[in-house]
């Protein structure tokens, strides 16, 4: 028997554009589809639990996992590293398990060098004006970091058509339909199909 | 302003499938879908309104429109002609609506000639078995049609690699909520969005 490989759904966004809710209302709709648990350096912030929203890591050990090459991607946001290890990612989509990565737009560049077949997805807020207004919202940071993070914002932005799929945050109700349909539409691709019905021609 | 161009989606499947139950439940689903009535030379099955399920047309006329090039795509399916016109398409997908099309295997090919952006699903019965018994419970024709119906439906479930997308109809309700997904998908996907958002880069 010949087994399918796992898809790989990478979802990305400026910060402010509400992305980590859209990610869990996904995971939620979609019950199947695996969730790969970040690293990072920075402090939990209120109801975060280690192993489960993020692994929780100091400095020196994030930087001796990088150091061994055990990070799929990583990248420094705001002064704080991020990473998604390796193995455990190639270990479900190894077997044959689709996983939804929430991750930065540097992580997501770097995966799609490694793994050209992920399902990239940019999540954009409505405007810029809207996106300042969500991160003053949650202001966990001095207010002096607010036009670094802006102007981080807008460059990113740009970089969409990078990605396969546009999702607007308009409405988060329409913006998780969205996403679920993109990973239900992924999975009738014939081109990702092709392992999972080898024998397709001769159906009965 | 531009105005974007609105996406053909191609749903075609041997006879059996299920596809014109599955393509007016997504249309309820969907009601900005618009929907492209096909031409025929068959008579009216039960119910079948002239210009709601297909515009019925003797054998003469459809002869002289094709003759005359008003056809995007025809073929002849168990004797009888079935066409699109183009001009009512073009002027659908011109003022920018998505449009669905229910046409079998050799239309969905010529199709993809003229419109290599469409987006084409392909229907299938989960066996060759369901497939041959849903054929028998319809029933129109002669008993001694089967053999040649399912002869070509055979022929046919081997060109599913031609199409994009692949969906096994197990379950209506589960195949219309695959369907419509690749509706919003593709309404998702960065390359169709590129003249919907000449201005994304600088959002407000």
């Known amino acids: 028997m010949i087994r399918r490989r796992g898809t790989l759904f990478v979802v990305s966004a400026p910060s402010g554009a509400g992305k980590t809710t859209l990610c869990r209302e996904v995971r939620l709709r979609v019950p199947d589809l695996a969730y790969s648990v970040s690293a990072t350096t920075r402090a939990p912030r209120g109801g975060e639990q280690d192993g489960v929203d993020f692994h929780f890591l100091s400095e020196e050990r994030f930087q001796d996992l990088r150091d061994r090459g055990e990070f799929a991607e990583w990248a420094t946001v705001h002064g704080r590293f991020y990473g998604t290890l390796a193995k455990p990612l190639e270990a479900m989509l190894h077997e044959g398990r689709d996983v939804l990565l929430d991750i930065d737009t540097q992580g997501a560049a770097q995966l799609r060098r490694w793994y ?89």
């Open 116 to 204: 050209p077949e992920a399902v990239l997805v940019f999540i954009v807020a409505p405007s810029m004006a809207e996106l300042e207004q969500r991160l003053r919202e949650r202001r966990s940071d001095a207010e002096d970091d607010m036009t670094r993070r802006l102007r981080r914002a807008r460059e990113e932005v740009a970089l969409w058509r990078r990605y396969d799929y546009l999702v607007i945050n308009r409405d988060v109700k329409a913006a998780v339909d969205q996403i679920t349909a993109i990973v239900l539409a992924e999975r009738c691709r014939t081109v990702r199909l092709s392992l999972r019905f080898p024998d397709l021609e001769v159906p009965d």
